[in-house]
């Protein structure tokens, strides 16, 4: 069983950087994995999403350029550097995880199995 946990949201101004991280207690090595933001009354989008090997990447055009995703197999990790944060990046942040997955990324929320809880990003001007 997988048991996302993120961690590092926090409230910044806007120009300010901040890291995300996602854990779980096993093994994160055949998941591909992703980070989606949900801001209230809107759906959640993608934001960026990593193969499994961590060797593919993709990021949404809100946030390319700004925004670097990482996995480290090693660590059961996942992270997501986001710098020059914008008051329209604030949303709650999730981590999800695909398992079984062979290549590539994944960019539905449907494709995912697990789910984090959430991680808070308050981005003012």
């Known amino acids: 069983q997988v048991h996302l946990v993120e961690a590092g949201g926090g409230s910044v101004q806007a120009g300010d950087s901040l890291t995300l991280s996602c854990e779980d207690p096993g093994n994160l090595l055949n998941y591909a994995m992703a980070w989606f933001r949900q801001d209230p009354g809107k759906e959640r989008e993608v934001v960026a999403a990593i193969s499994w090997k961590g060797d593919d990447s993709y990021y949404s055009d809100a946030v390319k350029g700004r925004f670097t995703i990482s996995k480290d197999n090693a660590k059961n990790t996942m992270s997501i550097q986001m710098n020059d944060l914008k008051p329209e990046d604030t949303a709650v942040y999730y981590c999800?995880?695909?398992?079984?997955?062979?290549?590539?990324?994944?960019?539905?929320?449907?494709?995912?199995?697990?789910w984090g809880k959430g991680a808070l990003v308050i981005v003012s001007s």
């Open positions: 999800a995880a695909k398992r079984g997955t062979i290549w590539g990324f994944y960019i539905r929320s449907s494709d995912y199995d697990y």
